[in-house]
């Protein structure tokens, strides 16, 4: 997967996990949220949220998981990087 899709598809996810945390001061405590949440969902730690791992946690992630995922490659995966 190129570097273009993987920023698309972890922005997506971003997006779609800090729509309700929009009142937080800063960006490290929402980034450090969504980690928590995603390592929270990935079972087996493959660093990847499967649709079945996502229905449990993240309700949203779960509902948009086709849109999350173009390519039907059936994970996603969250993109670390420093600001």
């Known amino acids: 997967m190129n570097l273009s899709i993987s920023r698309f598809i972890s922005y997506g996810i971003c997006a779609l996990l800090t729509s309700p945390l929009l009142s937080y001061a800063d960006d490290a405590s929402r980034n450090q949220e969504i980690a928590e949440r995603f390592a929270k969902c990935d079972v087996n730690k493959d660093d990847k949220l499967t649709l079945g791992e996502a229905k449990g946690y993240m309700p949203r992630i779960y509902s ?3 849109y999350i995922d173009p ?3 059936g994970s996603v995966m969250l ?3 420093r600001q």
Do not use: D, R, T
């Open 79 to 81: 993109l670390k990087y």
């Open 64 to 66: 948009n998981f086709s």
């Open 71 to 73: 390519g039907n490659q």
